[in-house]
């Protein structure tokens, strides 16, 4: 059986993998294909993918948008996107700019408690131009400012805590749109990690096409859950392990098992939504 990993990021994003260390890892792992999936971001793909023609794995493209639906936020994958896609990227580059002022305000409220951090330390230190809260964790433990990352979450950045910044999303709808227009295949992620599954007979009336079942942080009942909704929602099934390189230890590449056929399926459905695209 062959296996493949639909969930990753690299240093586009919050991840610490390059494009090529991505392919050396999954060749390492044995995987048949990956997918890159960067917040808010699609700039790795082109190098991504020429890295994998070179190791002989298959590329697939992707992003992982965030968005929020009725409350909740909502992690939407976008998988076989044209990443040229005019929309698209300047989508991209409107969530790059909320993301980047998010950080601004980020660190204006770490200096009034006194915590003399800067924002182009933390620019620096994600040199992308996705930078998220992650960054302002490393950031803060580079400087000295924080024992852990653990700790920067904790004691400043975690939702409602002194230094959070609530950030702007799309609804989760226009997310589908987003990469169904620019020929992809969207799949709401992790599921069981925010707790969403209320929202699921929604998005798929929107048009959502398929869920991530299988995930590290997805326990197996979790697994068979999703499963048996994507069957009942006819829906595709997609898994990858989220893996952020070395940022949280040990790299995950390849330690969730997700079967070759997921991946068949998923691109025929992305084969149908561009056939249907050409139509209009
Ligand atoms: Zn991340
Ligand atoms: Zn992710």
């Not at 586009?12 to 050396?24: H, I, K, Q, R, W």
């Not at 890159?36 to 890295?51: F, I, K, M, Y």
């Not at 960054?135 to 400043?156: M, N, P, T, Y």
Request: glycine share 8%; net charge negative; proline share 4%.
């Amino acid at each position: 059986m062959t296996f493949v990993d639909l969930h990753l990021h690299s240093r586009f994003s919050d991840g610490t993998y390059g494009p090529e260390d991505l392919a050396e890892q999954a060749r390492r792992c044995e995987l048949a294909a990956i997918a890159l999936t960067d917040h808010d971001s699609v700039e790795g793909c082109p190098e991504t993918a020429r890295a994998c023609a070179a190791a002989g794995i298959e590329f697939i493209t992707g992003t992982e948008l965030t968005s929020e639906q009725d409350g909740n936020e909502l992690h939407i994958l976008g998988y076989c996107i044209d990443t040229q896609n005019p929309r698209l990227l300047t989508q991209i580059a409107r969530f790059q700019a909320v993301r980047q002022n998010r950080i601004r305000e980020m660190v204006t409220r770490l200096n009034q408690l006194n915590i003399p951090l800067s924002a182009e330390a933390v620019f620096a230190l994600a040199n992308c131009r996705a930078p998220g809260r992650p960054h302002v964790a490393r950031a803060l433990v580079a400087a000295g400012l924080c024992a852990s990352l653990d700790e920067a979450f904790e004691r400043f950045l975690k939702k409602n805590r002194p230094a959070w910044v609530p950030k702007f999303k799309m609804s989760g709808a226009e997310a589908l749109d987003l990469i169904h227009q620019a020929g992809g295949v969207a799949v709401l992620a992790h599921p069981g990690l925010n707790r969403t599954d209320e929202v699921i007979p929604g998005m798929v009336e929107a048009g959502m096409d398929g869920i991530e079942c299988f995930h590290t942080k997805h326990s197996t009942a979790a697994t068979e859950r999703y499963l048996e909704l994507a069957d009942r929602f006819h829906l595709l099934v997609t898994g990858g392990s989220d893996c952020h390189g070395l940022n949280k230890g040990k790299p995950l590449i390849g330690t969730v098992k997700v079967p070759y056929q997921h991946l068949e399926k998923l691109k025929a459905r992305a084969a149908e939504i561009r056939a249907a695209a050409s139509l209009r």
